[in-house]
């Protein structure tokens, strides 16, 4: 049985096309056999950065660029064409060595593509969340996750980059559409200082409230059923997961004997199924989660006695568990399989059921990881990022931040290939070049605490290049 739960419907923009990708999302890739499992039950304008020479962090909420930050381990360089920065409002690259006509409908050739890319920071400790032009590193607006205090951290982007769903640690989940074109009116944020009032923002396309969500953190799209002939996605649904706290003990933390996993109807907010999981729920109960290729979801469960990672099927509900896996942030790779970052980075091949760890030690207190196009994984380090082989689980590249001193915590990878790093609850975040690893810092965030798929670089990776 299915439970459905209305939600708080704010405004809905046109549809319109955006990226296209190779995976139609509505069939099964890898065959995993399922253990114990449950039958679910109901369930002002922008301005331009300030950009300067030199390396450092800027309070001032302005751009410092730095152009030799570190001693590359290895001579690759990204496939393909780079655009001059002139020409390209930020020297973003492409991938394909040659763009396919725009007149054809070929969504296989336009996968990956966008003409405007974004990357979605929450504000942890304001209880908004930022967009960030990738390509500008202009802030263009900043939003309200909660009518109140909500604690915002995970965001997730969808694939073809069109809105962000957002889940608060107080309980709760909200979309927002990233172009004016998709909003139901002219009334949206502009940037950082113009955050609008509760419920007037028409960028704003939905809020669903969890009541009794004592630490919801999870939150992942689906990529959705291409349609060919648009090379639009449709029918694309939003995963979010839930701990409870019937005692009231509050702080963002669960206490009680299960957990819940939700999934929403991506255009509506409306909970379309709910599976409760026998799980203990002593601290965080579910932390983070990614979706592969098969559109199943994977979880972390930091803090919880050591249970490994569980595997929602996506046609059938079902769950298994996996372990050993140790995951704060958890991503997935080109080849489906499934990896954490916390203290010895490793991945998880869900055919071989086989963890493999990095080889080798880094400086790392939990965060979240992201593949570039490379192939390089890339884990926060404090003080900067590391990358690891994904094939050799060797580390190679080093990017260190000059007088960066803080666990970075979040890292993303935006269309265009460029890495993002956040440090933990700061005003800052960092955007790598992945061919000469230099980078440049925007400020102006305010505890920023976000490492999920903020770019929506995870999934598109999955949409794009599906494992065969």
């Known amino acids: 049985m299915r439970r459905s739960t209305c939600a708080f419907v ?34 002002g304008g922008p301005t331009g950065p ?64 966008a003409d405007f890319s974004y990357i979605w920071i929450a504000n942890s400790t304001e209880s908004t969340v930022s967009k960030i032009n990738t390509r500008t590193l ?22 073809d980059g069109r809105a962000v769903a957002v889940a608060n640690r107080e309980g709760g989940v909200i979309k927002i559409w990233a172009r004016p074109e ?30 009794e969500a004592a630490s919801q953190r999870p939150v992942a799209w689906t990529t959705g059923v291409r349609n060919p002939q648009t090379c639009e996605w449709e029918n694309q649904k939003i995963w979010t997961g839930e701990g409870r706290d019937p005692g009231g003990q509050g702080g963002s933390f669960c206490n009680d004997s299960k957990i819940f996993v939700h999934r929403l109807d991506g255009m509506t907010g409306v909970v379309e199924d709910t599976i409760e999981m026998p799980f203990p729920c002593t601290t965080f ?47 997935v790779d080109h080849k489906g399989r499934i990896w954490g970052g916390t203290g010895v980075p490793g991945q998880w091949d869900p055919m071989a059921q086989v963890w493999t760890t990095i080889q080798g030690n880094i400086n790392n207190a939990g965060v979240g990881l992201a593949e570039d196009h490379q192939h390089r994984m890339w884990v926060g380090i404090v003080g900067g990022i590391q990358a690891i082989d994904v ?14 001193n803080v666990q970075c915590k979040g890292i993303s990878v935006d269309v265009d290939g460029f890495i993002w790093a956040v440090p933990d609850a700061q005003n800052r975040a960092y955007r790598v070049d992945p061919d000469d690893l230099s980078y440049q ?19 598109k990776t999955v949409a794009c290049n599906p494992p065969g």
């Not at 704010?10 to 399922?34: L, N, Q, R």
């Not at 919880?304 to 509900?317: M, N, P, Q, R």
Request: proline content about 4%.
């Open 10 to 43: 704010v405004g809905f923009g046109a549809m319109v096309a955006g990226a296209c990708g190779d995976s139609v999302g509505d069939s099964k890739g890898a065959t995993e056999t399922a253990g114990t499992s449950t039958t679910p039950t109901g369930t």
């Open 50 to 113: 300030t950009t300067t020479t030199g390396s450092g962090s800027d309070s001032d909420g302005g751009t410092t660029t730095t152009s030799t930050s570190t001693v590359p381990t290895t001579s690759e360089t990204s496939a393909g064409v780079t655009l001059d920065p002139s020409e390209t409002s930020g020297g973003f690259k492409f991938d394909a060595g040659v763009l396919p006509d725009a007149g054809a409908a070929d969504c296989a050739k336009m996968c990956g593509q």
């Open 138 to 159: 202009v802030e263009e607006g900043r939003y309200l996750t909660r009518e109140t205090w909500g604690n915002p951290s995970r965001t997730s982007v969808s694939v």
């Open 182 to 211: 998709d909003c139901k009116g002219p009334n949206t944020s502009s940037g950082a200082g113009d955050v609008k009032p509760w419920g007037t923002d028409d960028c704003v396309a939905w809020y669903t409230d969890f009541p």
């Open 285 to 331: 109960g579910l932390y983070g989660g990614v979706v592969d290729a098969s559109n199943d979801l994977w979880l972390t469960r930091l803090f919880e006695g050591g249970a490994g990672a569980i595997h929602v099927d996506f046609e059938t509900l079902t769950y298994d568990t996996i372990g050993p896996f140790y995951g704060y942030g958890i991503t």
């Open 391 to 404: 094939e050799t689980m060797a580390l190679t590249d080093t990017v260190m931040f000059a007088g960066e």
């Open 441 to 459: 810092m925007i400020g102006g965030l305010v505890g920023a605490y976000t490492y999920s798929d903020m770019t929506g670089g995870s999934l």
